[in-house]
């Protein structure tokens, strides 16, 4: 077989996401069908059922109980999740912080993100260099160092206020001003694009140039092929990085940990931050598991929404052929 | 191929990878089996020795490099002197040990001995995790009246092994400079207050006399002081959070911030205890600051020469604390309990053993000990000692918060935090942080 | 397009990710200098120190009495070599057998496959650890290996699987008439194809778990054992921090993922449009 008939002509096609696609039952299941999936699967299989079904059901059986992690736990019912819905103000505080950094972080470093990663894709000298040189803050993730870092750049002395100070604007102790705080944690987030970056390159990759040449012979121009090509080829990474940044955000917790501890007055004091302290620092590890039940579910809804509209931009190659 | 081939491929791929993760694991026991094989039969050969049965106590504890070096020297120092004996040392460094303690808590497995913190011990006993230690004979080795204070519902749950003391340190250097008058020793809180107030005066404009309160033992030596006590007594089950002294205490903070005299929130919230960058003294942002005998040694390091101590404020009750926080601990799951208080009895008496140790866990609560080092500290101990000489005098007990309050700890520093960013008054932050306490209170008293 | 214009769109771009690098490398010009500094100098906002401190890395490397930090990088690179191997190979047959089979279940196996990324994992560390515990398995570097020979975890799979829908069934179609079966299919078409997402596992697998200090933390309590971030703890006290020697072996420990992402990072090079594929 040659390789020359690579969906050329049909770049995009069917508009089926994942999740319909996964739900639709296919074909008739025969038995050798069913027999390969399962041994395909099995290595992740073997491992959920070995060691990731007891800790899960066990956190959640601990969600009912009242667990001062130092000695056993006790049933207390629904006790846990009546007081984090009716009494707890923390919950909602920490839940609208988390909401309003997804919202500001996710858009903001997938843009940055695919626009680095389109600018890393051309093929100059020195490109390898290039590329570690902007992964590297995405390397150093959680080290202490970034916090002494971070502290320099936008303490009320810092190199941020130095560079206003020239331009005769008195800067603000950004990170222990309530207002200004989960904005440079926003900012930190978005700093560390690396990852996402990485796989938007690792897509890029895999269009097939032979799209392009085509495109270029039919006279489209940069903005078009993008358009048309670029971005249709790539929504199933672009989607990737979507969940994955959405999941990942709601669970965001080193940044605040180590730089804010949460505060000036609770104004970066993540979900994960909030069931982190209830867990370790306030040995309440029933009520830590409530809070986590909680956020899966929030969480797990977010993602059934996109996986229910990426069926309108998401396309998978893989249904080409079909038609 | 046909396609039952192809199975048989794909099979055996994936045997190479389980073989391959086989190899991987057996290869790690191995090594652990080896290697526990080898202490095991050391330990047995010793016993044999002996005649005595072998004991493998495991132990653990927190601290910087010197400590680790001292306390494993000490340890085969153990082995030698009782043959059968032999330890599982495990040491991490502060932040670690009290994240993975609480995980071994609660899978049953702390080790028979550990090290402990006065700020956690309560805690830890509270949830039956720590072994009475009231058995053991301490007499000629630590002051009587040490234990009595640091008996926890009359029982002793920790050895003490070293004295500390809170106090406070001041920037000696700076404060000669302005022509600012030095503190001076058993100062009461409206001398402290006034000091400040005339400090502020003579101060060029971002230097400061005082730091702001926003911690619940920022303010609980101040009711002490004054006669009302513990805010957490009985183990918990009674709060007493003193209304007219509450908001005594933290509305003269609030002129205070008004009058400049403490610095402002947003620079206050930047500071970070014992960092060269952002500790408040050593920025040289504060005047004065609470210290401890093991962190005053820091400030030393990083401003050597220039820093003094002196007792912290007083009230007619007296004012700061003087006294051990930090103890060696039994497990009450340990299967050698026995062997455990020897060791543990025998880590603050023994002379050659004190030898090695010096100062690493602060100053020996041993007075014998103590005495054939004094001849060799160097200057960050001395300063240490000296915060302890001068707080011992007119010292409180050291408050520690009860079983069950490190939320309530947390809630008020929030509280008060929302007071120096101004979006409460200090009244509203009281009464939510008393209701809590009340509210905690009842919890434990239900118990 | 003429090739005046491409030259100095050229220069343009060397221009602009020349200033950009330097603005993202700022820290790594930071960090060195700060590693080299006194303890009292750390206050200072100066880059450079007055008189670089080499002995911060020599004292650095050498703090413990016992192991020098080579002692450490070894323990780590053996623990990473086993995570990247169990990563890469799981990974893509997971992902391979949820993108492009069809068996009973598979939505539901899916769904539980992503759920389990959004459980937060703090309130499994306590329950997973009694497990490991009571299989013995604690202090041994089994509980931080064992997991990425199981698919490597969720993220790995799910993007595997969307790099894998986005390749043409065409192949695979070609490959079935050639009498092909699923096995075949992957190891000769699929597994090739997917090269630039399985060096992506390949690195997130190696930096990721260089990371994980709490896992570590746990499972790790013998000092022979500790990795490099357990180490690099050693200089963090109740009180006080050992900065520059804690800077300059925290520099030294991120070399090896700026390696493995340099190397690996040139695979990103060779695209899908060169599939010269065998029938």
Known sequence: MRGDGIGVNKVVVSKTSLLTRLSRKKKVNSYENNLAGYVFISPWLIGFLLLTVWPVTQSFYLSFTDYPLLADPVWVGVENYTKIFTKDPLFGKSLAVTFSFVLLSVPLKLFFSLMVAMLLNKSLKGMSLYRTAIYFPSLIGGSIAVSVLWRNMFDLNGYINQVLAWFGIQGVGWITNPSTALGTLVLLNAWQFGSTMVIFLAGLKQIPQELYESASVDGAGKFRKFLNITLPMLSPVVFFNLVLGVIGSFQTFTSAFIITKGGPIHSTYMYALFLYEKAFKHYQMGYASALAWILLAIVASLTAINFLVSRYWVFYETDGGKK | ?447 | MNTLHRGYSKVTNHLFLTCFSLLMLYPVIWWVGASLKKTEEMRLPTIWPEVAMWSNYSKGWNFSAEFSFGHFFANTLMMEFWNVLGGVLTSAIVAYGFARLHFKLRGFWFSILLLTMMLPGQVTIVPQYILYNNLGLVDSYIPLILPHFFGGGAFFVFLLVQFIRGIPRDLDEAAKIDGASVYGIFLRIIFPLIKPALVTVAIFTFIWSWDDFFGQVLYLSSVEKFTVGLALRMFIDQFEIQWGQLLAMSLLSITPSVIVFFLAQKHFVEGISTTGLKG
Not at chain 2, 252 to 266: C, G, H, L, S, W
Not at chain 2, 320 to 335: E, M
Not at chain 2, 376 to 389: A, C, N, T, W
Request: hydrophobic share 35%; glycine share 10%.
């Open chain 2, 1 to 447: 191929m046909t396609k039952r081939q192809w199975l048989a491929k794909g099979l055996t791929l994936l045997m190479v990878a389980v073989l391959l993760l086989v190899t991987a694991c057996s290869g790690g026991n191995q090594e652990a089996g080896t290697k526990a094989e080898g202490q095991n039969g050391e330990a047995g050969e010793k016993s044999g020795d002996s005649g005595s049965k072998a004991v493998k106590l495991s132990i653990m504890w927190w601290g910087p490099d010197a400590r680790h070096e001292a306390t494993m020297k000490v340890l085969d120092m153990y082995s030698k002197q009782h043959p059968g004996v032999t330890f599982t040392p495990e040491y991490l460094a502060w932040d670690g040990y009290w994240s993975k303690l609480p995980t071994l808590a609660a899978s049953k497995s702390i080790t028979d001995v550990l090290q402990m913190d006065a700020a956690y011990i309560k805690e830890y006993v509270g949830n039956g995790t720590l072994e009475d230690l009231s058995d053991i004979d301490l007499s000629g080795i630590v002051d009587p009246n040490v234990i009595e204070n640091l008996k926890i519902d009359g029982k002793l749950y920790g050895i003490p092994l070293s004295q500390n003391a809170g106090g406070i340190a001041y920037n000696k250097e700076e404060l000669e400079k302005h022509g600012i008058p030095l503190p001076h020793q058993n100062w009461t809180w409206d001398e402290y207050f006034d000091w400040a107030r005339e400090a502020r005066k003579k101060l060029p404009e971002g230097k400061y006399p005082i730091g702001d309160v926003t911690t619940w033992d920022g303010y609980q030596y101040y009711q002490a002081a004054y006669g009302k006590g513990d805010i957490m007594a009985d183990g918990g089950k009674t709060f007493s959070l003193d209304k007219e002294l509450f908001l005594k205490f933290f509305n003269t903070y609030a002129e205070f911030r008004k009058e400049k005299i403490v610095p402002p929130a947003e620079q206050a919230a930047a500071f970070q205890e014992n960092d060269p960058q952002a500790d408040p003294m050593a920025s040289g942002v504060l005047m004065t600051t609470g210290k401890t005998t093991g962190s005053v040694s820091v400030m030393e390091t990083l401003m050597p020469g220039k820093v003094d101590v002196v007792n912290s404020p007083t009230g007619p009750d007296g004012g700061g604390w003087a006294q051990s926080t930090i103890f060696l601990s039994v497990s009450s799951n340990s299967k050698h309990k026995q062997e455990a208080k020897d060791f543990v009895r025998w880590f603050i008496t023994d002379k050659e053993a004190g030898q090695v140790l010096r100062l690493t866990r602060g100053i020996p609560i041993n007075p014998d000990i103590y005495a054939e080092l004094e001849a060799s500290l160097e200057p960050k101990d001395k300063l240490g000692k000296k915060l302890y000489d001068v707080s011992v005098e007119k010292a409180l007990p050291f408050f520690s918060s009860a079983a069950g309050y490190t939320e309530w700890v947390d809630a008020f520093e929030a509280e008060m935090e929302n007071v120096v960013y101004g979006k409460q008054s200090v009244e509203q932050a009281y009464e939510k942080i008393n209701q809590l306490g009340q509210d905690l209170a009842a919890k434990a008293a239900s118990k």
